[in-house]
């Protein structure tokens, strides 16, 4: 996820992602999303179980901003908010 300019990278793993997006994008969810606005849905990946979520979590977490940015360019060059696709 990210902000409305795209200045900001935030990944993390629900087991609801629907729901949780928007509790992000209606500032439900205190921290890190609610302080800088993370609101937009620009990647996601769907497993069939958690503890493989949470692995690919953790490897996209490692990664540079970089390699964040390059995963989302793969899959939505132009950044559009995929929440209405969920």
Partial sequence: MTNKNNTVLYTG?????????????????????????????????VFGEIVLAIEREKQIKAGSRQKKIDLIDSKNPEWRDLYDKL
């Fill in 13 to 45: 793993v629900t087991s609801d992602l629907k729901k949780r997006v928007y509790q992000h994008k209606k500032g439900l969810i205190a921290g890190f999303t609610k302080k800088y606005n993370v609101v937009k849905l620009v990647y996601f990946e």
